[in-house]
């Protein structure tokens, strides 16, 4: 009877290439008796060779797609100034409110215009180069003389604006005189400087809107908030803010928002990721400076370009 080794296939590996490779280069012989023989140096290799390289495949992949994977920072931002816009009445004069605790938006019960306007510093809490991911505004609506829902829009402005000392007395739905360069609603900055169109500066773009109906907290927030941002970032020089705009087709649908001045101011919250740092350029290597001998062969060359034909015993030409 032959007593010889046979040899068959080894049992497949979890890799596919490890396992090709090892059932048809590094068999695992069998005894005729059907005991399994020790396992064959290639099966060793290739097992080795599979715990090493797939740490090191996992660790490649996550640290190309680190950057991608980041986390991104948040802040929270109140005003650095608000106002309300008073639809002017030249009997009352120019009314402001700008150390009040509210600003209005829409029309009063009496028929009247309320818009206000509020700023936040971009370029002084977010990092220059900073992407903007998400941008969403809180505001508390305090007062109102209906509960029916309406929309109140944000636009951005398009002119700076001011915010002097006046405050209002009361409920400040009238407003107070205005004061040194008050924003009202035909002056950016009383009493010097007017808004283009009376009732502000703004685009015709809506930033974002919001039904508002009862007393509460209410949010905006968009992609196009997400533009206004990264584009007062990108150049500070643009920021003027938003105009909040009420519902102005009807009496009764103004809404009181709560200012900077008051217990629950208006918070901007800003999703970003900081620029990456800059890498550091290598230092430059100085280079040698070539010496008559640094390339002997060339010096020769030279050398004997160099000197008469004579003395070679060459013939002279004419």
């Known amino acids: 009877m032959n007593t010889g080794t046979l040899y068959l296939p080894k049992q497949p590996l979890a890799d596919a290439r490890c ?17 399994d023989a020790p396992q064959g140096r290639g099966y060793n290799i290739c097992q080795t060779a599979s715990k090493i390289l797939r740490p090191l495949i996992l660790a490649i992949v996550f640290s190309a797609v680190g950057p991608s994977l980041a986390i991104a920072d948040i802040v929270n931002i109140n005003p650095i100034k608000d106002n309300t816009l008073y639809e002017f009445d030249p009997a009352e004069g120019d009314q402001s409110n700008a150390l009040g ?10 028929g009247e215009l309320r818009r206000g306007v509020l700023a936040f510093d971009i370029a002084g809490n977010i990092p220059a180069g900073s992407a903007i991911l998400g941008v969403t505004l809180s505001l508390n609506m305090s007062r109102t003389p209906s509960e029916i829902p309406r ?51 703004f685009s015709a773009t809506v930033s974002a809107s919001q039904s508002v109906g009862a007393v509460g907290m209410y949010t905006w927030s968009s992609s196009q908030m997400v533009a206004d941002v ?39 919250t800003i999703q970003f990721r900081p620029a990456p740092a800059p890498r550091p350029r290598p ?33 002279m030409s004419d």
């Open 101 to 110: 605790n509210h600003f209005f938006a829409g029309e009063t019960a009496l």
């Open 19 to 35: 396992r090709s490779h090892c059932a048809v280069r590094r068999p695992r012989p069998i005894n005729p008796d059907g005991a």
């Open 283 to 315: 230092t430059p290597r100085l280079r040698p400076t070539a010496s008559a001998f640094s390339h002997p062969l060339l010096f020769l060359l030279r050398l004997f370009a160099a000197l008469p034909a004579s003395r070679f015993g060459l013939p």
């Open 151 to 201: 929309t109140v829009e944000l636009h951005k402005l398009l002119a700076d604006w001011g915010e002097g000392t006046s405050v209002a007395p009361g409920e400040e739905g009238e407003g107070a005189p205005a004061t040194t360069n008050d924003a009202t609603w035909r002056h950016r900055f009383f009493d010097t400087i007017f808004w283009t169109s009376e009732g502000g500066d």
């Open 230 to 268: 990264q584009s007062w970032l990108n150049d500070p020089a643009t920021n003027f803010g938003w105009l909040v705009l009420g519902d102005e087709s009807e009496i009764a649908t103004a809404k009181r928002f709560d200012t900077r001045e008051s217990a629950s101011p208006p918070v901007l």
